[in-house]
């Protein structure tokens, strides 16, 4: 996805999990729009699974820590 950076972000929170393990930042179709997300694996699978079966993006959980 062109909205999608994979890469290291440090201590960065997983937006849905709140893990350090992030490994993408996105800001397309898995998000709400006007939103970034950053995402660990387990949760990028999640958000494309749930677009794929609601074709709506997930939404952040009330805890987020949102970009």
Known sequence: MADT???DFGNTPCTDC???EVAFK???PLVPPG???YFCFD???IRR???YEHDEPKPFPETAVVA
């Open 5 to 7: 950076i994979r890469g």
């Open 18 to 20: 709140g893990k350090p």
């Open 26 to 28: 996105h800001w397309g």
């Open 35 to 37: 939103k970034v997300g």
């Open 43 to 45: 949760d990028m699978d």
């Open 49 to 51: 699974k749930h677009l």
